[in-house]
């Protein structure tokens, strides 16, 4: 069974219509996307799994139960726009916010020692809040979603503002948290984290779910529209082969080549190799980001 | 789950009670408390009262009424006027000048009525107090002059200046004694106190509640709270916890005003105004603690459900401008009222739950309002803290995680039904 559930979830506010049918599941142990622009739903999704507010129509379930408020100690949330409560030390805070889910004081105590010295910044126990740099503070909101050791884990923009060495901190200690077995629902705009760490994922677009499913599969639907291709000298002639649309070509050397269908790769390949040696050339799958841009970005007009 | 309101209390109580501005804020006040508890004391031992103006007159200018003036002086128990012989009117000024006497009085010829003209010469023009005492010493005088023309005997003279003595005494009809002047004093005194306490714990406390709601909204830590307590406890948390903070406060400063009018030498001077702690009468203090409670907490749930309602610290003074307002037309409606308990203005407003914590205790104390009065204005005020909790704690539940602008009624209306609450 599946830790959370999300069943076709429908709300509207007033005539507006905020989310519409959204299904999905994530497994324990897995990194869930859920993607889409800004104002497309995710918050207002994020908020009814958190139940904070209720769906108008459709079912949530948590290791199959309904919502209850025993279900608040099982969840963790890292909201979107970060708030601490500035001049307030951080143990005292992040023990408070631990026993608001149900934790005792001195487990807590623990937990929080323990991530500190995980986070090598020990230090900041007895320091304010607003004594730390923004990345700091983010680590200790980080700690504050995870304090009390949740099942299920709701990542709002967890990685933005973050220099790339504590990106690269954060993103260890969630792939920690997926492999000991916790439900993670990450939201982001960052199409490479998604790509890394996601297995299965959601974009929504103007309140309805555009795509759904893992990663790979919604890959093979999308055509490779990209070849790259590379060697010693010049290629001269790349615009002119029938099914290539556009050509980049990279300041250090090899062609970017945007395509109609994959099989116009191999006349770009005969092309290449006919003028000398080719030492690279690839038929690229989309990104995701190219998919977002794709999905969201044409459906838009 | 219960445990979970008493860790937002604990957490309220906790910051504020280590809060700098609220340690320094509590001393200062106490120090003005124990300095105002001394005051009496104070007034008597620094007070002119036995500083004697030394009073130079000319040798041999009106001497009849020099000599009634310095009999009339040695009648008083506490003169404070001390006449001093100068040899000549010369010499006054000078003798004034080298600080012999404070200041020195001349006569001018005897107009028509047979009495002088006198002039009170001093190096301060304010002198009032010696002026006034002079001034009576002059009249007493006079009469004495005109009485003894007029060949009245010493007891004829005798009644004529014995004084009136008037009693004042409230008459209660539901007790069998009515209060004396005395209770009357300290049940006036109670109500003042008990009014500016509750008017100065709203005002403070309730703006506290709402700027750290608030702050808290502002700084987005509302969004993950609200993910781990019910918005209803939380709210009820801070309130509670911030009234605690306030109850200790309050009981620091009364105990440090008590403590000080109760020390040997202030409770003396206290009885001779015939002020005494001991002739409160109870029943009166239980309505204090009942409309205090009251009055805090209608007050301090709107002060909360408005601060649910603002996002930004910037907004809210505006936004509690009201409130504000209402706690102001309640408190000067009963510092008017003071006066004039009985007036059809206090009538009236001793039913509307937002005054009647403040206008109710006040007709109590000072005036003798039936028992249904007390009954039905006491019965409005819970039912509307009761309701205007509820209905703040639904405000409060939308308001949290409403950010942007500050919601119309309609919109929070609107919410709610989309919140389900």
């Known amino acids: 069974m599946n830790s959370l559930q999300v069943d076709k979830i429908i709300k509207n506010y007033g005539d507006k219509t905020a989310v519409s049918g959204l299904s999905f599941e994530v497994a324990a142990g ?52 970060r708030g601490m409560y500035p001049k307030i030390k951080v143990s005292d805070q992040i023990l408070y916010l631990a026993q608001l889910r149900g934790m005792s004081r001195k487990d807590a105590d623990q937990n929080l020692k323990r991530w500190l010295e995980k986070f090598q910044v020990p230090e900041y126990y007895n320091k304010k809040v607003e004594e730390l740099s923004k990345g700091n503070q983010q680590k200790i909101q980080f700690i504050a979603a995870v304090i009390h050791n949740p099942k299920i884990l709701i990542l709002d923009e967890a990685f933005s ?56 599969d919604i890959k093979t639907k999308f055509p490779k529209e990209r070849v790259i291709v590379a060697a010693e000298g010049k290629i001269e002639g790349l615009d002119t082969i029938p099914g290539v649309q556009r050509v980049v070509t990279h300041e250090h050397g090899g062609y970017e080549l945007r395509v109609d269908s994959p099989e116009v790769g191999q006349s770009i390949l005969k092309h290449a190799l006919v003028q000398g040696p080719v030492n690279r050339f690839e038929v690229l799958e989309p990104t995701l980001n190219e998919i977002f841009i794709k999905t969201v970005g044409e459906s838009h007009e | 789950m219960n445990n979970s309101l008493w860790t937002v209390m604990i957490f309220t109580m906790r910051n504020k009670l280590r809060s700098k501005s609220f340690i320094i804020m509590t001393i200062v006040l106490a120090l003005l408390l124990v300095v105002a508890g001394n005051l009496p004391y104070l007034i008597d031992k620094l007070g002119g009262g ?35 012989s100068i040899a000549s009117e010369g010499e006054l000024k ?45 009249q007493q005088v006079k009469t004495d002059l005109v009485i003894k023309d007029v060949g009245l005997s010493d007891e004829q003279r005798a009644q004529l200046f014995a004084p009136v003595k008037l009693m004042t005494e409230k008459v209660s009809f539901a007790n069998e004694k009515g209060k004396t002047e005395e209770e009357q004093g300290m049940a006036i005194g109670l109500t003042y106190v008990m009014i500016i306490l509750l008017f100065m714990s709203v005002m403070i406390t309730g703006q506290l509640i709402a700027t750290e709601i608030t702050a808290e909204k502002s700084s987005r830590v509302m969004e993950i709270i609200v993910t781990s307590v019910s918005p209803l406890k939380q709210m009820w948390g801070k309130i509670l916890g911030t009234f605690i903070v306030a109850v200790i406060q309050i009981a620091v400063l009364i105990g440090a005003l008590v403590a000080n009018l109760t020390m040997p030498q202030n409770a ?16 009166l203090l239980v309505f204090a603690v009942f409309f ?120 929070i209306v609107k919410a709610m039904k989309a919140y389900k609450v």
């Open chain 1, 30 to 81: 897995e990194i869930y996307g859920l993607l889409g622009a800004n104002g497309a739903g995710k918050t207002t999704t994020m908020r009814m799994i958190l139940g904070l507010i209720l769906p108008d129509a459709g079912d949530i379930r948590y290791l199959g139960k309904p919502y209850s408020k025993e279900q608040l100690s099982m969840l963790g949330y890292l909201p979107e726009e």
């Open chain 1, 161 to 216: 503002g973050l220099d790339p060495v504590n990106v690269e901190l954060l993103k260890t200690t969630v792939k920690e948290l997926r492999d000991g077995g916790t439900s993670i629902v990450f939201s982001t705009h960052r199409m490479e984290h998604v790509e890394e760490l996601c297995r299965n994922i959601t974009i929504m677009h103007k309140s309805n779910p555009v795509l759904q499913g893992s990663i790979k």
């Open chain 2, 50 to 84: 036995d500083k004697i103006t030394k009073v130079g007159f000319a040798q041999g200018q009106q001497a009849t009424i020099v000599e009634g003036l310095k009999e009339y002086y040695a009648k008083l128990p506490e003169p404070g006027v001390e006449l001093v």
């Open chain 2, 94 to 138: 000078s003798a004034l000048e080298a600080g012999d006497i404070n200041g020195y009085l001349s006569f001018a010829e005897a107009n028509a009525g047979g009495f002088p003209q006198a002039t009170y010469h001093s190096k301060s023009a304010f002198e009032g107090g010696t002026a006034s005492s002079l001034t009576a010493a002059l």
């Open chain 2, 268 to 283: 003396d001077i206290l009885k001779n105004f015939g002020v005494d702690l001991s002739t409160i009468d109870p029943k």
């Open chain 2, 292 to 411: 205090f409670l009251a009055g805090f907490f209608l007050y301090a749930t709107l002060f909360a459900a408005v601060g649910s309602i603002v996002s930004r610290t910037e907004d809210l003074g505006q936004a509690v401008m009201p409130i504000t307002l209402l706690t102001l037309v309640g408190f000067y409606v009963a510092m008017f009222g003071l006066n004039q308990p009985d007036s059809t203005l206090m009538i009236v407003c001793q039913y509307i739950p937002f005054f009647s914590p403040f206008l109710m205790f006040l007709r109590i104390g000072l005036a003798e309002p039936a028992w249904w009065e007390i009954a039905l204005s006491v019965g409005i005020l819970i039912a509307s803290t009761l309701l205007i909790g509820w209905i703040s704690a639904k405000i409060y539940r939308v308001g949290v995680l409403m950010y942007g602008k500050r919601p119309s009624i309609k919109e």
